[in-house]
């Protein structure tokens, strides 16, 4: 039966939301449309010319996830054009290059606003509209896995089986809050804003999926390193010596696309639940 999808932050090309755009709108049943949003109008028309051209049904809608109203009116498009949604990819994403004079403290403001508040705000807008068997992904990263920058006080309450958005909301607060002092190592965060944005995000999908209907799909996947402008893409010297590397251990952007496609396209119905709620990396379950 026919779908439709919406994916976020799928203007760049090459980009991993514009190839998880392409992947859709060529692997869901015949009929299907993907939604392909940007929050930059110009680029995201452009994005959607391009797939056209190549046959694909998408339709371009504006959208900025730090931007009530943007979302709200993403809300009232799909609601009324199509009454529902199947697959919701939450791919935007906002790193600052580790060169960006820009003060830590508000890297961390603004970071954990769009990877974390940002994703939150899209789905608890769309879920309404969410129809039974849904997908829901979210592109989250490796650099949140909880590794020993974490203090095991924070470790134990982001693993907490009982965990609810409010508790997490506490964590991503104390953040910003202890970033804005520069204390946030010293009270157990890791020292990096788009790691712990992340982190947030990974559990943010574990939490959700707890209370989601079966058989629908809920999970945070890691891309990889790919070439793109976030990684890869920027002219700074990290980001040339990152296009380097993902030659060895790194993807295209059309790589770091194959899991979140495989997972709302391909993987069957009777394996969802041991997806579910996981953080996935390679088509393979991992550590959160
Ligand atoms: N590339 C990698 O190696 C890698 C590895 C792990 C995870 N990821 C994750 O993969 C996702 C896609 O990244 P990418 O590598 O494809 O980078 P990208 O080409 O820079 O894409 C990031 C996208 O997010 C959009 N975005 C940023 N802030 C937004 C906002 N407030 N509202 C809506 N859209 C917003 C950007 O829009 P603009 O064009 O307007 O800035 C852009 O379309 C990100 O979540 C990233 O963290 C990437």
Redesign the pocket.
């Known amino acids: 039966m026919a779908q439709v999808a919406l994916v ?5 090309s ?5 190839e998880i755009a392409r992947g859709l709108a060529q692997k869901l049943p015949a009929g299907s449309t993907v939604i392909l ?4 109008r110009a ?1 995201g028309l452009e994005a959607e010319a391009g797939l056209k051209e190549e046959g694909l049904n998408v339709v371009f809608q504006q ?5 009530a109203a943007s979302v709200e009116a993403l809300q009232a498009f799909v609601s009324t054009t199509f009454g529902g949604l199947d697959v919701i990819v939450n ?5 600052f290059p580790m060169a960006d004079p820009t003060p830590f403290p508000e890297q961390a403001r603004r970071t954990v606003e ?2 974390y508040y ?1 994703t939150k705000r899209v789905i608890e807008s769309l879920r309404p509209l969410l129809r039974p068997g849904f997908c829901l992904v979210g ?5 949140g896995q909880l590794g020993s920058s974490w203090s095991p006080a924070l470790k134990q309450r982001l693993l907490a089986e009982d965990l609810t958005v409010a508790g997490l909301d506490a964590i991503a607060e104390e953040f910003v809050a202890a970033a804005a002092t520069g204390r946030h190592k010293d009270l157990g965060f890791p020292g990096t804003a ?1 790691g712990t944005s ?1 982190t947030l995000m990974t559990q943010l999908h574990r939490v959700l999926a707890r209370d989601m209907p079966s058989p629908c799909l809920v999970t945070a996947v ?12 920027r002219g700074t010297f990290m980001s040339n010596v ?1 296009w380097l590397v ?1 030659f060895v251990v ?2 295209s ?1 059309a790589g ?1 696309a194959d899991t979140p496609l495989w997972l709302c396209c391909e993987l069957p119905e009777e394996d969802r639940a041991e997806y579910h709620g996981k953080f996935v990396r390679g088509r393979a379950i991992c550590a959160y």
């Open positions: 976020t932050g799928a203007n760049r090459p980009g991993i939301g514009n949003t940007s929050r930059d680029m959208l900025d996830v730090c931007d791919n935007a994403g906002l790193a769009v990877n940002g592109i989250s990263s490796t650099a788009y992340k890691c891309p990889g390193l790919c070439r793109t402008y976030m990684a890869t893409g990152l993902s790194g993807n952007a770091g």
